[in-house]
């Protein structure tokens, strides 16, 4: 088995994954975390097919993958923070529920 | 005159304007906000002057040409497209400042705590759609996308509450469809190791590589275009954002990932058979188009409706592709699509605009509240009625004659059941624009009562009329638009033929 595809069947695997668990889990931290499961699977697959043949890689991919970590970042400290919000505000609607009774 | 890097300025200045948006006291916001739309405006009307006189522009900034820099485009589509996002954007920034105005009360001190966020969130989006319409890199194409969707998110979720979880659900939903997009891009770097779209066109073959890219990159553009079934994020993120956000959502923001799939389609993918993709793509477009449209009908919020019926003329977006099934990429459907898009941009911009003043004045946008009768909801009334006609797609105006190309281009291919789609949405939208007509000029029997109206100012309806006017005039000025779009290069669009009247 080469290289290349452990590469290949580990990003299937993994984007597999991410989508399956962000369409079926109800828990938003689960579907957070599932996004990044998924992203990271399509790192996983540009990075092998950046050193397809021999000598060096190409570092055009691995530079897209840096760009993609920083896009992955940014976007789930956003999805922390609504999440966050999230709950503070059901926690709220809970207290005045709580009060009315 | 040719020396000045037009491409680079109208995405540049809208990025500075929001990034300094961010910094400056809240208070002053406001007037950066405003001065940087005008000089976007301005920015992107030369543009467009230099694309009219001498054909298309090309830059590669910071010197770096393509394979390995970004090349800017500016085709005829591209300055069409930059061309409407001005309009729109300056309407939405217009309304915006009487939107956000500073108050005096503790809990609209909030709002102007928002209008901070507002304008810097809002000029990022309009810098990254800017990006999109003109950058040919595929990965290029992925980082605006998702700057779009990153500050989309953020827009929707600053009313607070209500919007949190739409504006959650929206993220998640986004952010599945731009790595999907991504697996293409990554499939096709592996395979001809350019991301060029016009390198890549003359590439791209028939391989196995290439069809996975395609089918991953349609679903995930028609995610987050919110192409039936995949609509279910849209009605709640659109319904419940501030008006202007919701304005620039349902008119610009959507027409992005759809451009996108449009220039795959036409270029990238321009050799691949892709009958089967293109018969999927045009049943789900009937069906957007009856489904949607009768969702519209049984809403009782407006803006609710006015979301659904984003829904439904997303489906006229996709027939653009029914041409597919039987042949290559027809050039009129695309025409047909392209002022499609323009004239959807500013109606549909127009009506969340005018929804926002009629939630102002009533409260909210509920059916119920709205206790018509109003000398100053004549305003409001004529927008509708403006947007409405070229929404429905009455003849004259640019949505008639949108769906006009549209219809001649499924006609020339065989494919008269989606002709028939199309008209049925059509008496469909007559009756939701009618039913809100109805309910703004006629009052409702549970609010009798004589409610004290809030004054709607000037800024919010000249945004509202701007839109409402350019959208019906799109119709008398489709011939100067195709003749815009003749200019452009390497595309299946540069065919001479044009279905002009």
Redesign the interface.
């Known amino acids: 088995m080469s290289t290349d595809l452990i590469y290949a069947t580990t990003a299937v695997v993994l984007i597999g994954l991410g989508l399956y668990t962000v369409l079926i889990r109800r828990h938003l931290v689960r579907k957070l975390m599932a996004v990044n499961i998924l992203g990271s699977g399509v790192f996983v697959l540009f990075i092998a097919l950046a050193s397809s043949g021999e000598g060096d890689a190409d570092p055009v991919p691995q530079a897209m993958v840096l760009t993609g970590i920083v896009v992955a970042v940014s976007a789930t400290a956003l999805g922390l923070v609504l999440i966050r919000r999230i709950d503070e505000a059901d926690l709220k609607n809970a207290e005045l529920a709580g009060e009315e009774r | 005159m040719s020396g000045f890097p037009w491409a680079s300025a109208v995405v540049l200045i809208p990025l500075m304007g929001g990034i300094v948006c961010g910094v400056v006291p809240l208070r002053r916001a406001a007037i950066v906000g405003l001065t940087t739309a005008v000089a976007t405006v301005a920015a992107t009307s030369g543009l467009g002057w230099r694309v009219w006189h001498h054909g298309s522009v090309s830059e590669s900034p910071g010197g770096w040409g393509a394979p390995?820099g970004i090349d800017l485009v500016v085709d005829g589509m591209a300055a069409l497209l930059v061309l409407t996002t001005a309009v729109v954007g300056f309407a939405i920034s217009l309304f915006s400042v009487s939107y956000y105005a500073p108050s005096q009360t503790a809990e609209e001190e909030q709002e102007t705590h928002h209008q901070g966020f507002f304008w810097s969130l809002w000029l990022v989006v309009w810098a990254a759609l800017n990006g999109v319409f003109i950058s040919s890199d595929l990965?290029n194409l992925y980082?605006c996308l998702?700057v779009i969707?990153?500050s989309s998110?953020?827009l929707v979720?600053l009313t607070?509450?209500l919007a949190?979880?739409a504006?959650?659900r929206y993220?998640?939903v986004t952010?599945?469809g731009s790595?999907l997009y991504?697996?293409g891009?990554?499939?096709l770097?592996?395979g001809w190791?350019v991301?060029d779209v016009q390198m890549l066109a003359s590439a791209v073959d028939q391989s196995m590589a290439s069809q996975v890219a395609l089918v991953a990159m349609t679903l995930g553009l028609a995610l987050k275009t919110a192409l039936v079934p995949l609509h279910f994020w849209l009605p709640a993120a659109h319904a419940n954002a501030p008006a202007p956000v919701s304005a620039a959502l349902s008119g610009l923001v959507i027409k992005a990932s759809f451009i996108v799939l449009l220039r795959l389609w036409s270029d990238v993918f321009g050799a691949l058979d892709k009958s089967i993709l293109a018969a999927a793509l045009t049943v789900l477009a009937m069906t957007a188009i009856i489904w949607g449209s009768v969702q519209a009908l049984r809403q009782t919020r407006l803006k609710m409706l006015i979301a659904y019926s984003t829904v439904a003329q997303v489906g006229y977006l996709f027939v653009a592709f029914a041409p597919d099934i039987t042949a290559q990429t027809d050039p009129v459907a695309l025409q047909g699509a392209l002022v499609f898009v323009a004239a959807h941009a500013c109606a549909k911009a127009a009506m969340f605009l005018a929804a926002g003043a009629l939630a102002i004045s009533f409260g909210d946008d509920c059916f119920s509240s709205m206790n018509g009768q109003h000398i100053r909801l004549i305003a409001p009334f004529i927008i509708f009625i403006l947007a409405g006609y070229t929404l429905i797609g009455l003849p004259y105006s640019g949505g008639g004659e949108a769906k006009y190309l549209l219809s001649s281009a499924v006609e020339s291919a065989g494919l008269p059941v989606v002709g028939w789609a199309m008209t049925a949405g059509k008496i469909l939208a007559t009756l939701y624009v009618l039913k809100v007509l109805y309910h703004i000029a006629l009052p409702t029997p549970e609010a009798s009562e004589s409610i004290e109206l809030r004054r709607i100012t000037v800024g919010m309806i000249a945004a509202g009329l701007l839109l409402s006017v350019v959208a019906v005039g799109l119709g008398p000025a489709s011939a100067h638009l195709l003749q815009l779009l003749e200019a452009s290069i390497g595309t299946a669009l540069a065919a001479p033929h044009s279905a002009l009247r």
Do not use: K, N, P
Request: hydrophobic fraction near 65%.
């Open positions: 390995l990965f980082v998702e969707s990153l998110v953020a979720g607070g509450t949190l979880r504006a959650m993220l998640l952010l599945c790595l991504l697996i891009v990554a499939l770097y592996g190791g991301l």
